[in-house]
Each structure stands twice: as structure tokens, then as C-alpha cells.
């Protein structure tokens, strides 16, 4: 017992003389700026890099002297404060503190005053809030996304996929470096290649993201989960585009993803080997228990696509018609609230069928013989629009602009929401945001209701909650993976297409693509508003044409106008800014080369071209 006591006395020196040798502060924390939004406001900062930092204390201007205000995280870079009206703000300072509690010199302060904001406001700030939840929410060890706020050290397979693709869009709007960005993707693959549990290749719904084993989704649900793992190849394709540098590490980053990608045994997921369908789940331990064949319409039609492009454990292209499309069912054809459904059931089903499988494939100007799925998914989306508007059953909060049913929690559990069927009067945000391709007004109607009405009750440190129901005065005090990432990415889709353009470059995808799908010129960002572009397109002339060609339009009065030049997959080759035209007769010349310089193959394109709020397409021939 005196050893014992002796050995503490000891100890307690030793921690005493450290902690009264180390009276080094921090350095101040550099690169605070301000956002100052409609209602909130938020501060950024650098990180600071010493081993034993505590945090960083926020002091804000009362009076003439900045008191401290509250503390944050050493590993958080951002703090938010919600004013609620317009023009309010006031002063703020910060410094860092390590864990003996020295304190850094204060930054020189910075004053915010919230502001009247623009469409494009509203989605980088949407944007960059949901952002957090990938990169500062993400697993510590793996980098992978948690499920769901407070869900431990639980990590979603798929929803980490979304994450992926979120990392990217991040990199492209400047939130992280590119550097950060590839490091931790090196992370999550590395974690994926060496710790966690795969089975045929593929991974589980749940798994552990500190051991990578499998967490049970179900009781036979413990093993590998081919949807889940779809979603995840989605966002490792469209990275491995994205990192296409000859540094190392973005070298290994590909090379990582590659092996990942074709180690995903398709086939087996096949059940048998005559089989044209896919199969959700196997297990290890119960095999084929769960008996899910994956038949459409529905989110499971990227396992095919995916399947059909893989240069390893290949299925037949047939497989999407003989299995996906083999439903008697799968066919609609009818009319809702005006708008025609190509496929599925009546009013859609949820709306995350239109979100999960096109977050990387571009379903534009493309079709198959069932339907163009650029058209079918705006289509969906504007039913549910029509259907939160006429309100059948009398929920409170449903109007035009709130809006967009789906897979979410509710007051009561967790429910996948659709129109009639299954609807308790809970809306989620994920639902009209991530239809921002296929409704770019309607949705960021969606956004500016949410923010100005509901407020920091739908708003917080990761963007907006997941869901609200008014007839219960409800807001979610949770955040989903699988919701959050729709909205980050596809908000990117419709700004600047960066995913669609990185999924759909990869080689696999476009031999997948030829082998489905035949071109469709029908399909545009707002071919719905075509008819009231407000302006005549003139054709080109000379079509076909072997050098150059001159876009001919006509405007009603003075409008920016750009054009795009897509190939028939659908994937964009050149932007062409041309400014401001005043009203008149105006041409733009195409020289047939693409946004680097290089002359295009010979072969047919087609054009968007944008003025003012419409846009119009045509279709040309380029000869060599």
C-alpha cells in the first residue's frame, strides 16, 4: 500500500513540474473570416496545429470590451450564431488554448451583419453547412460517415459513398484543399481495402468504423449489402476521375479505388448463374435468407448499371431489362397533376428513387426504351410539388414551397413517405433540395421557405435537419448520411455537373452506356421552360460542318448567353461564355474543339444554349 501511495506521489510531481514547465501558448488562430447570411452568421478560421490543443474561445463585442462568449472544439473550424432578422450582427474575436490552459493573443476582430441573400447565396450556404457533416462529422479512424447524429462509432456504407462525392464537391468550392481532400479519401479507401469486412466483395449496410466489422442491419442482414455498396463504387468512380494527377499519392488514391471497384463480384450477387437479377443481401451465415431481388422501379437501378460496367465480375446487359425493368409493373405511362410518369407506381413512390442512383449518373440526354430519366425524375418531382400544393389530406405545412416526400425520420420512427400511400404529414428537406437538377426554381423556392420560415428549428450546424411535421409541431433534432449527401451533391449537379461529369468519364461507364441507352435531345436543365425561354433559336450554320459552325439565335432584349456542347453520351465537352448580347440577331462560332484545346472526333453533339433564364437545344454534325 506504501508502494502504491510512493508511486502516486510520484506521478503527481512529475504532471505538476510538466504542467508548470509548459506555459507556451498557442499561436493565434489565423484566417478568420465572416459569412453573414440572411438570419446566422458564420466564422471560419485555420487550423491550429499543435499537439496538446485544447480549442478555441469565441469573444464577442459587448460594449466597448469583448467578453468571452463561448468555446469550441479543437477540432471544429467554425462556429454559428443565429440572429434571426435582417440586419443584425456585432463583433467577434477568437483564440486558441492548448490543454494546460494557456491561452493565445486574441485575432484582430471581425464584424458580421446579416443580409438579404441571392439564389446562389442560398445554395453555397446550404452547401457549405452540409458539407460539415462529411468532413467534420465523418468517423475520426476511417473518414467514413456516421449514420446518423449520435450514432457512435456506427458508419453507413452507402451514405459514406455520398460522403465521397461530397469531399469532392468540397474540394470545388473551396471549402478544403485538394490535399486535404485526397488525404482523406486515402484514408477511407485504406480503411475499405484493409479493415473492413467484405463479402464477395462487397461491404455491409453498418459496419464498425473504428474495426470494420460488420455491424447486423437485421438479424440475416449481416452480411454484404450490394445496394450499399453500389452507392459507395458511385462515389469512388467518380473520385478516381476526379484525382487524375501524376502526384503519388493521387496515383495510389486511383489505384486504391480500382482495386476496390473490381473486386465486387456482380455475378455472384446473381444467385444463380442463369439468373438476369441481382439480390440485395447475402450472408455468411445465412446465406440467401433475405431473398430481396432487386426489381425496379426503385434506387437499385445503379446496382445494374454498375454490374453491367464492370470489367471483372460483368453481368449481361439484358440483365436491366430481364431483371430490373421485368416487372409487369414497371411501365406507367400515366398522367399526375398534369405531368407524365414513364415508370414506376402511381405518384412516384418516395423521392429519393430519383435521388440515389443519379447522383453520379448524368441521366441526360440519354434514354432507353422504357424513358428518358432526366424527364421521368423532374416529372416526379413536380407530382409531389403539385400534390404538397393541393394538400388531399389537410396536413399543416404544405404549401408550394414546402414541399417533398421521402425516406426519413418522422415523430413516430422512420418511414419511407410518398404521396397518398404512406404520408403523416412529414417533409424532408433532402426531398426537394436534391431535385435541384430536375427543379432548380421550385427548390430553391424550397430552401428560402425552409430558412425564412422554420429557422433555426429546421437550420443547424450541418445544414438543415431531416425532416418536420407541423401537425405535430415536430422538427428533427437529427442529421442522416444518406439524406445529407443528396442535397450537397446534387445541388452541385445543377450549378456546375461536377459529379455527372466525373462518373460519367469513366471508360467502364460510357461502355455501359452505349450498351442501354441511345441519345435524347429532348433532355435539358430546363427544357420544362423551353417554350418561355423568351428567345428563338436559328439552327447552325454550316451543318454538318468541318471546321467551324455559327450558333444562330435571336434575343428579345440584352441577356448573357452561354452554350454548351455535349457528346451523345451526354457528357460535356466545351462551355462557351459569350457575354452579354444586346437584343437582335447574334451567332457564336464552334470550332469543334473541346474545353482543352483539342480537336473532338468527328460524330454528332448537341448544344444548350443559355439566355437569361431559358434555354434551348439543337443538335449538329462535325465532319473531318
Not at 514547465?21 to 452568421?41: C, M, N, R, V
Not at 471549402?175 to 480503411?191: A, C, H, M, P, S
Not at 463504387?233 to 496515383?251: P, S
Amino acid at each position: 500500500m506504501k508502494s502504491n501511495c510512493k508511486y502516486s506521489i510520484i506521478l503527481a510531481i512529475l504532471f505538476v513540474s510538466f504542467a508548470a514547465a509548459d506555459t507556451i501558448p498557442p499561436a493565434k488562430p489565423t484566417g478568420l473570416s465572416q459569412i453573414s447570411y440572411e438570419k446566422h452568421i458564420d466564422l471560419t478560421w485555420n487550423a491550429n496545429t499543435e499537439p496538446d490543443l485544447g480549442g478555441y474561445r469565441i469573444y464577442k463585442r459587448q460594449g466597448n470590451e469583448f467578453l468571452l462568449y463561448t468555446i469550441i472544439t479543437g477540432t471544429q473550424q467554425w462556429f454559428t450564431e443565429w440572429y434571426g432578422s435582417l440586419g443584425t450582427g456585432n463583433s467577434y474575436k477568437i483564440s486558441a488554448f492548448d490543454q494546460f490552459g494557456n491561452e493565445s493573443e486574441l485575432t484582430d476582430s471581425i464584424t458580421t451583419l446579416t443580409k438579404e441573400m441571392s439564389d446562389e447565396e442560398f445554395l453555397d450556404m446550404t452547401q457549405r453547412a452540409t458539407f460539415r457533416y462529411f468532413w467534420d462529422y465523418a468517423h475520426p479512424y476511417s473518414g467514413l460517415a456516421r449514420e446518423r447524429t449520435n450514432s457512435g462509432n456506427t458508419v453507413t456504407i452507402g451514405g459514406s459513398g455520398f460522403g465521397v462525392m461530397a469531399l469532392l464537391v468540397g474540394i470545388h468550392r473551396g471549402y478544403i484543399t485538394r490535399e486535404q481532400g485526397r488525404d482523406r479519401l486515402l484514408k477511407i479507401v485504406n480503411f475499405l481495402t484493409n479493415r473492413a469486412q467484405r463479402y464477395h466483395g462487397a461491404f455491409s449496410h453498418w459496419l464498425d468504423g473504428q474495426t470494420g466489422t460488420t455491424i447486423p442491419f437485421s438479424t440475416y442482414d449481416n452480411g454484404g449489402d450490394l445496394v450499399e455498396t453500389s452507392f459507395m463504387i458511385q462515389g469512388l468512380l467518380a473520385a478516381r476521375q476526379y484525382f487524375d494527377g501524376a502526384d503519388t499519392n493521387e496515383v495510389k488514391l486511383r489505384q486504391a479505388i480500382t482495386s476496390i471497384w473490381e473486386a465486387v463480384e456482380w455475378t455472384w450477387y446473381r444467385r444463380a448463374s442463369f439468373s438476369p437479377h441481382l439480390y440485395w443481401h447475402w450472408s455468411p451465415n445465412y446465406g440467401w435468407q433475405m431473398n430481396f431481388k432487386l426489381v425496379g422501379w426503385n434506387e437499385t437501378m445503379i446496382c445494374y448499371l454498375l454490374g453491367i460496367a464492370s470489367p471483372t465480375y460483368k453481368i449481361l446487359a439484358s440483365s436491366f431489362s430481364q431483371g430490373f425493368a421485368s416487372s409487369s409493373n414497371y411501365v406507367n405511362g400515366n398522367y399526375f397533376y398534369g405531368y407524365k410518369l414513364f415508370v414506376g407506381s402511381n405518384y412516384g413512390g418516395p423521392l429519393f428513387f430519383a435521388h440515389y442512383s443519379f447522383l453520379g449518373f448524368d441521366p441526360r440526354f440519354k434514354k432507353d426504351q422504357y424513358a428518358n430519366y432526366f424527364l421521368h425524375n423532374q416529372n416526379h418531382a413536380l407530382i409531389h410539388r403539385a400534390y404538397c400544393a393541393q394538400n388531399p389530406k389537410g396536413h399543416q405545412g404544405y404549401n408550394e414551397n414546402s414541399w417533398g416526400l421521402t425516406a426519413c425520420d418522422n415523430p413516430w420512427g422512420y418511414s419511407a413517405h410518398e404521396p397518398h400511400n404512406n404520408d403523416n404529414g412529414t417533409i424532408a428537406p433532402t426531398a426537394a433540395l436534391a431535385s435541384m437538377p430536375y427543379t432548380p426554381t421550385e427548390s430553391v423556392g424550397a430552401i428560402k421557405y425552409f430558412y425564412r420560415t422554420h429557422g433555426n428549428k429546421l437550420w443547424g450546424s450541418y445544414g438543415f435537419k431531416d425532416a418536420f411535421n407541423m401537425n405535430q409541431s415536430w422538427f428533427a433534432p437529427s442529421y442522416l448520411a444518406i439524406d445529407q449527401g443528396p442535397i450537397i451533391v446534387m445541388i452541385e449537379n445543377h450549378r456546375s455537373g461536377l459529379i455527372w461529369n466525373k462518373f460519367m468519364a469513366n471508360p467502364e461507364i460510357q461502355m455501359m452506356v452505349d450498351s442501354l441507352f441511345t441519345p435524347d435531345s429532348a433532355t435539358s436543365v430546363k427544357e420544362r421552360e423551353k417554350d418561355e425561354a423568351g428567345f428563338s433559336l436559328n439552327g447552325n450554320y454550316p451543318n454538318p460542318f468541318k471546321n467551324i459552325t455559327n450558333i444562330n439565335f435571336s434575343l428579345p432584349a440584352e441577356s448573357e448567353v452561354n452554350i454548351i456542347i455535349y457528346n451523345l453520351l451526354g457528357r460535356r465537352e466545351r462551355v462557351i461564355r459569350g457575354g452579354n448580347y444586346s437584343s437582335g440577331a447574334h451567332s457564336i462560332a464552334w470550332d469543334g474543339r473541346d474545353d482543352s484545346g483539342k480537336p473532338l472526333p468527328q460524330g454528332a453533339y448537341f448544344f444548350a444554349i443559355e439566355a437569361g433564364a431559358g434555354i434551348k437545344t439543337g443538335k449538329l454534325t462535325l465532319i473531318r
